[in-house]
C-alpha cells in the first residue's frame, strides 16, 4: 500500500487479490473498526496474510451481538445462530443455562441477550477461549476447565437447558478445513476424533447429572452425523429429536432428561 492514506478502492482491490471474496464488506468493517490510516493498513497486512476478518477486528457479529475475538480463539460460524434459536425457544426467564465449549461465549451471551434473566454458565479448557468469553457474558459465571469439570457442585440437577457447540470435525477431516480455520483457531475446538463424536459423548455422558428433571440437551453437529449423536444421545437415558435449518446449513440434536 502506498505512503499516502489508503482508500476503500485501494483496500478492496488488495483483500481482492488476496482471495478474499466479500472483499467490499470487508473493506468497509475494516474502516468502520480501525482508529485510523496506520490501522487500516495493519489489519489490511494481516488479512491479506491470511489471518482470519473477525482475528483481525477483534469482534465477531453473532446474532446481532459483537462478540470479542482474540487470536487463536475459535470463531463463532453463522449456523451456530441456529442453536441459539432453538435454545432461546426453550429457556425462560430464571432457567440455568449451561454453555459449554463455550469458546468466545457467544452461544450463551446471545441466549441471555434474548431470554433476559438467566442464570447463565459457561466454562471452557482454552485459557484464552475463557478470556473472551468473560468478556461477552455480562453477568456470567465463566469456569476454565474440561467439560463439567470446574462446575460448582450446586448446579448438580438444575441446568434448565445445556447448549454445547463442541468440535465435530473428524480428526482425519482437519486437513480440508479452509486454513483460516486449521491455521488459526485452537485444534481443541475442533478435532473431535475419529468420528467426529469424541467429545459429543463425553457431554452427553455427563448431561443427566446436571440437567433438571425435563432438561434440555442441544448439541450442534453435521447432518451426516445427526443419527449417530441422536444414538449417542439416546444411549445415556436422553430421548433425541433431529432438526435442521435448510437456511443457515445447520443441525442440532436436541435430547430431553426424562
Same mark, same amino acid.
Request: net charge positive.
Given at each position: 500500500m502506498s505512503t499516502s492514506s489508503p482508500t476503500y478502492p485501494a483496500v478492496v482491490s488488495l483483500l481482492r487479490s488476496a482471495g478474499c471474496v466479500f472483499a467490499e464488506d470487508e473493506a468497509a468493517l475494516i474502516f468502520d473498526t480501525a482508529s485510523g490510516p496506520a490501522e487500516v493498513e495493519a489489519f489490511v497486512a494481516r488479512r491479506t496474510a491470511g489471518v482470519p476478518l473477525e482475528h483481525v477486528l477483534g469482534w465477531a457479529a453473532f446474532c446481532g451481538l459483537r462478540i470479542a475475538v482474540e487470536p487463536d480463539v475459535f470463531v463463532p460460524r453463522q449456523r451456530t445462530e441456529f442453536l441459539v434459536r432453538l435454545a432461546v425457544g426453550l429457556a425462560r426467564p430464571g432457567d440455568v443455562v449451561l454453555d459449554l465449549c463455550c469458546g468466545s461465549g457467544a452461544v450463551g451471551a446471545a441466549v441471555a441477550a434474548s431470554v433476559g434473566q438467566i442464570t447463565l454458565v459457561a466454562t471452557d479448557i482454552h485459557p484464552a477461549a475463557?478470556?473472551?468469553a468473560r468478556r461477552n457474558? @455480562? *453477568? *456470567?459465571s465463566v469456569h476454565l476447565g474440561d467439560l463439567y469439570e470446574p462446575l460448582p457442585a450446586a448446579l448438580r440437577g438444575r441446568v434448565d437447558v445445556l447448549v454445547a457447540n463442541a468440535p465435530y470435525v473428524p480428526t482425519e477431516d482437519i486437513g480440508l478445513m479452509p486454513p483460516e480455520a486449521r491455521l488459526h483457531e485452537p485444534m481443541v475446538a475442533l478435532d473431535g476424533g475419529a468420528d467426529g463424536l469424541d467429545v459429543?459423548?463425553?457431554v452427553a455422558a455427563g448431561a443427566l447429572d446436571w440437567l433438571s428433571p425435563g432438561g434440555r440437551l442441544l448439541v450442534e453437529t453435521s447432518r451426516r452425523q445427526a443419527e449417530h449423536t441422536a444414538a449417542v444421545f439416546a444411549a445415556f *437415558?436422553?430421548? @433425541?429429536l433431529i432438526r435442521r435449518s435448510d437456511e443457515l446449513s445447520a443441525t442440532v440434536v436436541l435430547g430431553t432428561r426424562p
Open positions: 475463557v478470556r473472551c457474558i @455480562a *453477568g *456470567g459429543q459423548r463425553r *437415558g436422553m430421548s @433425541a
